[in-house]
């Protein structure tokens, strides 16, 4: 398997106001040509913090992002990133959002961006929604428009950070059944951060669990045993299914931050000095 993309010993530290703050330490993973990687850890853990590093939105403080053997040392056509917020120019229509995006091709002619723009919207299933504004569309129909603008640029890399965790649970599968046709069409090699454990059971090759923060790290690496050209259902009736995602969930369980206090934490907390 060749390897395209490679992290190694990547490490993001914050200044913040109380000092300097290790989000993610000696992050080192390989990513093969095509593949299908989650990115799956606890919220808060550094998912995001990666992520943006791969996409060059944001440099390491050490280590590196690997691409074809070349350091990353800022964004790149070949790497397009989604949101977890479609972040659309509000005063374009959804197809002027995705023919912008088309235009940062060299030598493309206005005609040629506006087919491009078409054939992603029409891919991702929103065309008949080309001539609306944003704002008049539903969230889900908006990461379409995103999903449809990123494949635009024509990147080889699709870096999707949590683009479904806003949307209901049902607009949230037809989404990713949408993504998982594209990307079975497609050559594309897709990092996708997430804390959905069963939409990176159905929609990744490969598993990247990582430690909570401070100082997130890869704790393991899981390879997703079901067979391509997947459906939910027969994913979800995989004998190995709760097997895999018992062992995601011991993982996180195990790796939860202790000292973070959680809601009900503190309601019990209240609960005691009340009585
Ligand atoms: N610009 C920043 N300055 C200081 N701390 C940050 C900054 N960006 C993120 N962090 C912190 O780094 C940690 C990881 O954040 P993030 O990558 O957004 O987590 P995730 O995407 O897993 O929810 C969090 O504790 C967050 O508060
Ligand atoms: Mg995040």
């Not at 550094?46 to 939105?57: C, Q, R």
């Not at 045993?225 to 459906?231: C, D, E, G, M, T």
Request: proline share 5%; with cysteine.
């Amino acid at each position: 398997m060749s390897v395209p993309l490679e992290l190694t010993g990547l490490t993001k530290v914050f200044e913040t106001t109380s000092g300097l703050f290790v989000a993610v330490k000696d992050v080192n993973a390989k990513v093969g040509a095509g593949e299908f990687v989650a990115i799956l850890g606890h919220s808060g853990c550094g998912k995001s913090t990666v992520l943006s590093m791969i996409a060059g939105l944001a440099p390491p403080t050490y280590g590196g992002v690997i691409v074809d053997g070349t350091e990353v040392v800022g964004p790149g056509a070949e790497r397009a990133i989604v949101f977890q917020s479609p972040c659309l120019l509000p005063w374009l229509t959804a197809r002027e959002n995705v023919r912008l995006a088309a235009a940062q091709r060299p030598g493309t002619t206005g005609r040629q961006q506006r087919a491009t723009a078409d054939h992603y919207l029409d891919l991702l299933g929103v065309l008949q929604d080309a001539d609306q504004a944003p704002g008049k569309l539903s969230l889900g129909t908006q990461q379409c428009v995103s999903v449809a603008r990123a494949l635009s640029l024509q990147p080889r890399f699709l870096l999707l950070d949590e683009p479904f965790s806003q949307l209901d649970s049902l607009t949230r599968f037809e989404l990713q059944d949408i993504l998982l046709r594209v990307w079975e069409e497609s050559d594309k090699t897709v990092v996708m951060v997430t804390h959905d454990v069963d939409e990176a059971l159905y929609l990744a090759d490969r598993l990247i669990l990582m430690t909570d923060g401070p100082e997130a790290t890869v704790g393991e690496s899981l390879v997703v045993p079901f067979p391509r050209r997947r459906r939910r259902a027969s994913v979800l009736g995989h004998p190995e299914y709760h097997r895999c995602r018992r062992r995601v969930i011991d993982f996180l369980e195990h790796h939860a931050h202790q000292s973070r206090p959680t809601v009900l934490d503190d309601l019990i907390r209240r609960r005691a000095v009340m009585h």
